[in-house]
C-alpha cells in the first residue's frame, strides 16, 4: 500500500502563490504516476496536474497552464505543486493521488492524500 501526506494550503489573496506537499511512504515505485486534483464545493473532483515520478513528464490542466510548476524530492519522496497568481476561483480542496496510468482521470488512481483546503480571497 502506499500512503500520502499532504501538508500545505491555506487562505491567501488574490495574486498570492502557495507550494503544497505530498510525501508518499509505503510501497512507492519510481514507475508512479503522481496526479493533483480539486474539488470545489458543489463540484466535481477535477484534474490539475500529473507527474512520472522517474520522469520529467508533466500535464497540466488547460486552464491552469502557465501557473502550476511540480517538483520531486526524491530523498523524501515527496511532490511539491506550486501555485503561482492564484484566483478565487482556484478556492477548493486539493488531493494528491498515485496511480500506475498517465492519465487525468480520478479513478485512474488507487491512493489519496487527505486533501487540503485552498481558499484565495478577492
Known amino acids: 500500500q502506499v500512503q500520502l501526506v499532504q501538508s500545505g494550503g491555506g487562505l491567501v489573496q488574490t495574486g498570492a502563490s502557495l507550494r503544497l506537499s505530498c510525501s508518499a511512504s509505503g510501497r512507492f515505485f519510481s514507475s508512479h504516476i503522481i496526479g493533483w486534483f480539486r474539488q470545489a464545493p458543489g463540484k466535481e473532483r477535477e484534474f490539475v496536474a500529473l507527474?512520472?515520478?522517474?520522469?520529467?513528464?508533466?500535464k497540466f490542466a488547460d486552464s491552469l497552464e502557465g501557473r502550476l510548476s511540480i517538483s520531486t524530492d526524491s530523498a523524501n519522496q515527496a511532490v511539491y505543486l506550486q501555485m503561482n497568481n492564484l484566483k478565487p476561483e482556484d478556492t477548493a480542496v486539493y488531493y494528491c493521488a498515485v496511480g500506475i496510468n498517465y492519465s487525468t482521470t480520478s479513478s485512474d488512481y488507487f491512493a489519496w492524500g487527505q486533501g487540503t483546503q485552498v481558499t484565495v480571497s478577492s
Open positions: 507527474r512520472r515520478w522517474s520522469r520529467n513528464s508533466q
